[in-house]
């Protein structure tokens, strides 16, 4: 039953987004849709910027998943090209920056330029993709407010790879800093440690407080978040005054 709600809220939460992307559109009665403009191939830069495509996790954790309007935009015009061009290139996407926050990427990008390739081998959803590409390990950890530990699932390895990358390969090309002779400046780690003064302490456990109320469901979204939280906590780590 939890994961049919979740299904069902994914599916909502989709279908309100479409909703949005379309009244878009429609505001300006004299606006040129996608289809009228007869493109036939899309070539993106900075490509990272569309790595927030929806996926749906219903067993998988660990994962910092969100969508973003841009990339779900990007994945409804590349299908439509495929449906008008089938079996011709259609996209091609450039970034230096292919993973850089989560594994679910990965899969986004797959998503994006092997729908075909994912769903012959059985892994089109994002459950199936993590159950055989991404190895999960439960451990302790500290508590994002630093007051106590708790137990969570998350990613911690690629499985699997020679096959992942395989597949990868069939659509992406890869060049690493070594092949290109990228010039790089040496650096030096120096690690300076200072003591929280008073204030400090008693604004870091404010914060905690706040999330222990978030976490506990007291307080409504528009009320407080953790987004809130934590820049407010990175702000008070730089400098208190701010």
């Known amino acids: ?67 973003s309007k841009r990339a779900t935009d990007l994945h409804l015009k590349l299908r439509s090209l495929s449906d008008r061009h089938p079996n011709k290139p259609i996209f091609a996407g450039f970034t230096g920056t292919l993973i850089s926050n989560t594994l679910a990427e990965i899969f986004v990008w797959q998503t994006l330029t092997q729908p075909e390739r ?3 081998a059985g892994v089109d959803t994002f459950d199936s993709w993590a159950a055989t590409f991404v190895k999960l390990e439960t451990a302790v950890e500290v508590k994002p407010t ?26 992406c090309d890869t060049v690493t800093a070594e092949q290109i002779g990228l010039e790089r400046p040496d650096f030096t780690i120096h690690n300076v440690v200072s003591a929280p003064t008073e204030p400090t302490q008693k604004a870091v456990l404010h ?4 999330a222990d109320d978030i976490y506990a469901g007291l307080v409504r979204q528009d009320e407080d978040n953790m987004l809130a939280i934590c820049g407010e906590g990175r702000a008070l780590a730089l400098d208190p005054a701010l």
Request: glycine content about 4%.
């Open 207 to 210: 914060l905690a407080k706040r």
């Open 118 to 120: 994912l769903a012959e």
């Open 146 to 171: 630093g007051q106590g530990f708790h137990m969570r699932r998350r990613p911690r390895a690629i499985r699997n790879a020679p096959e992942l990358a395989a597949m990868l390969s069939e659509t």
């Open 1 to 67: 039953r939890r994961t049919q709600k979740r299904i069902a809220a994914a599916l909502r939460r989709l279908e309100a987004q479409l909703d949005k992307i379309r009244d878009d559109a429609r505001r300006d009665p004299d606006t040129v849709t996608f289809e009228q403009l007869g493109v036939d191939h899309i070539s993106i830069d900075e490509l990272h910027y569309f790595r927030r495509l929806m996926v749906t996790a219903t067993s998988q954790s660990g994962f910092s998943l969100g969508h």
